[in-house]
C-alpha cells in the first residue's frame, strides 16, 4: 500500500509544476499589467513604472519564472494585489467555506445517487427506472448556473424559505445550515446524476454474477442479496467515478460559489481573474490543482483497498 | 424519524428571525482596501464615510459646507491659510480623543510623496499642516485653493489615527482602521463583506442629520454580490435591506413591489462621455467633432438603453454642479441629424460610395476605445448607429478594465468612453482640461493656454464670483470646440426595504447612503 501511496505521489510531482507553470503563464499572457492593477487606475506612469521594476516586471521571463517556482518552495505565496494580505491568508480564510460546501453536498448526493441507481437496476426497465433515469440525465445535461437560478426563483424569492446569499457561518450552525442549503442543493442536483447511472449499470452487471446466483440459491432473501452481494462489489467504479466527480465538483464550485456570493475558493479564484490579482489567482489555481490532485490520490487509495488487486504490481 | 426529519426541515427552512437594528447592504465590487489615501473606488468611499470623519462636511445640496470634526474655521485674506477649530468632543472607535495632531497627521500622510495617494492633488500645494495647540491646526498652502473645503469633505480627507496607522504597517486599511465615524470597523473579508458596527460614543453628526448619533442601527453588512439579478431579488425578498446597485431594467418592478421603496436624486454628479482625441486627424476637425454632437439622440439613448431611468446629458458637467455656467444651457448642442449632415457638408466632408465620409484622404473612422461591459457596449453600439447616420463609422475597441486604464495612458485611439463622479465643476475640469494631465486624464490632449490660465485662476480664486467666472468660462471654451460627447448624467437611486424611513441619498463620490446616520427602521 505505501509503494502505491508512493508511486502516486511521485507522478503528482509533474502534475504540480505543470500547474506552476500554467499559474506562472497567466501572468505573463493574459492582459492586463500588474503593476497598473497595483498602482490603481489614476497613478502617473512614472508610479507605475516604479512599481514595475519594484515587482521585477522588468527582468526576463525565465529569471522570474525561476524566482517563482524559488517563492514557492518557500511556501511564499506572496501577497493580493488588490487586498495587499497574504495570499495564504485570503486561500486559509476560502478553504473552509469551500471544503464546508463540499461536505454538505456530498453528505447527501452520493447516498441518494447510490439508491436511486440501485433502485433502478432492481426495477430495471419499470416507470420507476425511466423516472430515475431521465432525473439522471437532467442532472447531467442542465448547466450548473440554470439550476442555482431555477433555485434562487422558487426557494429564494417565489416561496422564499431559505436565503441564497453569502455564508451565515459555519456548517453546525444554523444559519450556516440555512446559507449553505441552495449552494449544496444545487451541486448536489448535478452529482447525483452521474451516480446513479454508474450505479445502475454496476449493479446490473454484478447482480448477473455467478455469486449472486448462488447467494440467491442459498435462500437468502433479495434485499440481503443485492445490498451485501450486489452493492458492495458494484460500488468499486462507483467509487471512482465519485472522485473523479468530486474534482469536476470543484469547478461547478467556481459557478455555484459565484452565483450564491458564497466565499470559497471558487469565488476567490474567479474575483481574482477578472482583477487581475494574478498571485491570489496563482494561489488559487494552485489550491484548486492540489485538491484535485489529493482527491485523486485518495481514490486510487479507496480502489486498492476495496479491489486488492490493484496493489498487485 | 419522521418526525425529527420534519422539525428539521422547518427548523431550517425558517427564516432566522430579524434582529433589531441590522442591515444588509448589497453592492457590485469591494474596494481594494480602505486606507483613505490609497483607496479610490466608490466601493471605498461608501464604508470609509461610515467609518471616518472630515474637518468639514458637504451637505446633501452638494453646494454647503457644513462643520465636521471641526467646527468652525477662518480663511486668511490670501486665501494660503485655513485655520480650523476642532470639536473637542470626538473620539476614534478605541476611545481616544481626536486631537489636532491627528489632523495634522492624517493630512501630512495624504501628500506625502512616500504614501503614493493617486488624490494627494486633490488636498492643494500644501507647504505645512500643523497643531497650533490641542484643538487648533493650520492649513497653510503654497498657493490658493478655491475648492480646497470642498475636496476635504471626500473620504480622503478621513481624518486617522497616526498610532492606529503605525501599527498595523501595510495593513492599515486591510485588517483594520481606527476611525471616528459613526461605525467601527468589526471585520472584512475581500470580495466577500465588510462588518461595522454602532460607535456608541458618536454624537458629532454635521448639522444637516437627522441624527446627529449614535447612529441607529447597529450592524451594517456591506455584503458583495457581483450578479445583479441576485442584488435585484435580494432587496425584494428582504435579504438586503438597501442598495444602490440593482439594474435599471429592473427599477421598474422593485417600485411595484410593496416591500420596497426607491428613492432618486438628481443631485448625483456621475456623468458618462465620449471624448475625442483632438490631435487625431479624424476628430481633429471642430466640424466632425460638432456633427457627431449633433448625430446622437441621447434622450432616445436614456429611454431606450436605460429605461428613462437616468438623465441625457448635453453638458460635460450636471447642470445643478457649483460653478455651471447657465448662459450655456441654451446653446448646447442637441439631436438634430439634419444640421450635423450639413455642417460635415460644408466642411468638405463627402460621402464615398459605403456611405463612409473622408476629405484629403482621411476617412471618417475613428477608433473608439472603451470598457468591456454590457454598459459601455450598449452605448457605444448606439453612439455607432446614430453616426453611421452622418456616414461616420466608428470602430469600437472594449477593454477588460483592467487592460483598458492602460490602454487609455496611450495616443492610439480617436475616441474613448469614460464616466467620472465630482463634486464641483471646477473638480471636474481641473482633472481633465488640464495640460499637465495629459496623457492622463487628459487623455483628449487638450492643450490649450487660456483654459489652463482659467483653471488656474478658477483655483486659485478668493472669492466665489471670480472662481465661478473662471470656471465658467472654461466650461464655455471647452464646450464650443466640442471635446466631448456628454452622454447621460447617471442619478442616485436608492432601492429600499419599505421597513425603512426614507433615506436621502447623498451623492458625494457616489456615496448615496453617506455616514449611514439617517438609516433607521420605522417605528
Known amino acids: 500500500m505505501m509503494t502505491l501511496v508512493l508511486n502516486r505521489l511521485i507522478i503528482s510531482v509533474p502534475v504540480l509544476f505543470g500547474v506552476l507553470l ?24 512614472e508610479v507605475v513604472a516604479a512599481i514595475r521594476t519594484e515587482m521585477g516586471l522588468d527582468e526576463p521571463v525565465l529569471t522570474q519564472f525561476f524566482r517563482y517556482l524559488g517563492r514557492m518552495a518557500e511556501g511564499d505565496l506572496g501577497r493580493s494585489l488588490i487586498s495587499n494580505k497574504t495570499v495564504i491568508s485570503e486561500l486559509g480564510a476560502a478553504i473552509g467555506p469551500t471544503t464546508e460546501l463540499m461536505v454538505a453536498c456530498l453528505i447527501w448526493s452520493i447516498p441518494l445517487g447510490i439508491a436511486l441507481g440501485t433502485l433502478a437496476a432492481v426495477w430495471r426497465g419499470s416507470i420507476t427506472d425511466r423516472a430515475i ?5 437532467a442532472g447531467v445535461s442542465l448547466p450548473i448556473f440554470f439550476i442555482c437560478l431555477m433555485l434562487i426563483h422558487f426557494v429564494g424569492v417565489q416561496w422564499r424559505l431559505l436565503p441564497f446569499i453569502g455564508r451565515g457561518g459555519p456548517l453546525w450552525t444554523m444559519d450556516g445550515l440555512r446559507h449553505i442549503a441552495l449552494p449544496a442543493l444545487s451541486l448536489g442536483l448535478i452529482f447525483i446524476g452521474p451516480v446513479a447511472r454508474m450505479t445502475r449499470s454496476s449493479v446490473l452487471e454484478v447482480l448477473r454474477l455467478d455469486h449472486v446466483r448462488t447467494a440467491r440459491a442459498k435462500g437468502l432473501s433479495e434485499p440481503r442479496v443485492i445490498l451485501r452481494h450486489g452493492l458492495r462489489n458494484a460500488l468499486i467504479p462507483v467509487v471512482t467515478l465519485v472522485g473523479l466527480q468530486a474534482g469536476y465538483l470543484l469547478g461547478g464550485a467556481v459557478v455555484t460559489e459565484s452565483i450564491f456570493s458564497y466565499p470559497g475558493i471558487g469565488r476567490l479564484a474567479v474575483g481574482a481573474i477578472l482583477s487581475s490579482d494574478f498571485p491570489l489567482a496563482q494561489g488559487a489555481i494552485l489550491i484548486l490543482a492540489l485538491a484535485f490532485i489529493l482527491i485523486n490520490l485518495i481514490v486510487d487509495v479507496l480502489y486498492a483497498l476495496l479491489d486488492p488487486r490493484v496493489q498487485t504490481p | 424519524m419522521k418526525r425529527l426529519t420534519l422539525t428539521a426541515a422547518v427548523a431550517l427552512a425558517l427564516p432566522a428571525f430579524a434582529q433589531a437594528a441590522e442591515i444588509t447592504i448589497v453592492r457590485e465590487v469591494d474596494s481594494n482596501n480602505y486606507d483613505p489615501h490609497r483607496a479610490v473606488a466608490r466601493a471605498a468611499a461608501e464604508v470609509l464615510f461610515m467609518l471616518g470623519d472630515t474637518l468639514v462636511s458637504l451637505n446633501p445640496d452638494m453646494q454647503t459646507i457644513e462643520p465636521g470634526v471641526a ?24 476611545g481616544k480623543q481626536m486631537t489636532a495632531e491627528d489632523v495634522a497627521y492624517s493630512i501630512t500622510r495624504w501628500v506625502d510623496p512616500e504614501t503614493k495617494s493617486p488624490v494627494a492633488w486633490r488636498a492643494g500645494d500644501v507647504e505645512s499642516v500643523t497643531a497650533v495647540d490641542e484643538f487648533t491646526v493650520e492649513y497653510k498652502l503654497s498657493e ?29 486599511g486591510v485588517s483594520g482602521l481606527n476611525g471616528s465615524g459613526p461605525f467601527c470597523w468589526v471585520e472584512w473579508t475581500p470580495r466577500d463583506k465588510m462588518i461595522i458596527e454602532r460607535h456608541e460614543a458618536y454624537s458629532w453628526g454635521a448639522p444637516f442629520h437627522t441624527n446627529t448619533g449614535p447612529a441607529s442601527m447597529e450592524r451594517i453588512t456591506w455584503q458583495v454580490v457581483p450578479e445583479e439579478n441576485t442584488r435585484t431579488v435580494a432587496v425584494l425578498t428582504g435579504q438586503s435591506e438597501i442598495t444602490q446597485y440593482v439594474p435599471d431594467i429592473a427599477l421598474a ?61 448635453y453638458s460635460y458637467v450636471s447642470q445643478g454642479a457649483l460653478d455651471w455656467n447657465t448662459s450655456l444651457n441654451d446653446t448646447l448642442l442637441t439631436y438634430n441629424p439634419e444640421e450635423a449632415n450639413r455642417i460635415l457638408d460644408e466642411a468638405g466632408w463627402e460621402r464615398g460610395s459605403d456611405g463612409v465620409r473622408s476629405k484629403d484622404g482621411v476617412r471618417l473612422e475613428p477608433i473608439a476605445y472603451v470598457f468591456a461591459g454590457s454598459t459601455w457596449g450598449k452605448i457605444s453600439e448606439s453612439v455607432q448607429a446614430y453616426l453611421r447616420e452622418i456616414g461616420v463609422a466608428m470602430d469600437i475597441q472594449a477593454f477588460d478594465a483592467t487592460v483598458a486604464w492602460g490602454r487609455l495612458a496611450t495616443q492610439e485611439f480617436d475616441m474613448f468612453g469614460m464616466s467620472f463622479p465630482y463634486v464641483s465643476s471646477g473638480d471636474a475640469l481641473n482633472l481633465y482640461f ?19 490660465e482659467l483653471l488656474q485662476a478658477g483655483k486659485t480664486a478668493l472669492d466665489d464670483a471670480t472662481r465661478a467666472e473662471s470656471y465658467g468660462a472654461v466650461l464655455e471654451i471647452v464646450h464650443d470646440a466640442a471635446v466631448w460627447l456628454p452622454l447621460y448624467h447617471e442619478p442616485m437611486v436608492v432601492a429600499q426595504s419599505a421597513d425603512l424611513e426614507t433615506v436621502v441619498p447623498h451623492n458625494i463620490y457616489g456615496a448615496g447612503l453617506y455616514k449611514g446616520l439617517d438609516l433607521k427602521f420605522k417605528e
Open chain 2, 71 to 94: 467646527k468652525s474655521w477662518e480663511v486668511s485674506e490670501d486665501g494660503l491659510t485655513y485655520t480650523f477649530n476642532l470639536r473637542e468632543d470626538v473620539y476614534f472607535c478605541d
Open chain 1, 133 to 137: 433515469m431521465a432525473f439522471s440525465v
Open chain 2, 144 to 172: 490658493p485653493f478655491s475648492e480646497l473645503l470642498y475636496q476635504l469633505t471626500q473620504s480622503f480627507g478621513t481624518i486617522i489615527d497616526s498610532t492606529n496607522v503605525e501599527a498595523l504597517g501595510e495593513d492599515f
Open chain 2, 434 to 452: 488640464r495640460s499637465e494631465n495629459m496623457p492622463t486624464p487628459n487623455r483628449m490632449n487638450w492643450n490649450d493656454a487660456e483654459t489652463d
Open chain 2, 253 to 313: 418592478q422593485l417600485r411595484d413591489a410593496s416591500t420596497v421603496e426607491v428613492v432618486r436624486s438628481d443631485l448625483a454628479f456621475w456623468t458618462y462621455f465620449m471624448g475625442f482625441k483632438i490631435d487625431k486627424a479624424t476628430v481633429s476637425d471642430p466640424a466632425v467633432r460638432q456633427a457627431i454632437n449633433l448625430a446622437v439622440d441621447q434622450t432616445a439613448m436614456a429611454e431606450d438603453l436605460f429605461f428613462g431611468e437616468v438623465e441625457p446629458a
Open chain 1, 22 to 45: 500554467l499559474g506562472f503563464g497567466l501572468l505573463i499572457l493574459v492582459p492586463g499589467d500588474p503593476a497598473i492593477v497595483m498602482a490603481g487606475p489614476m497613478a502617473t506612469p
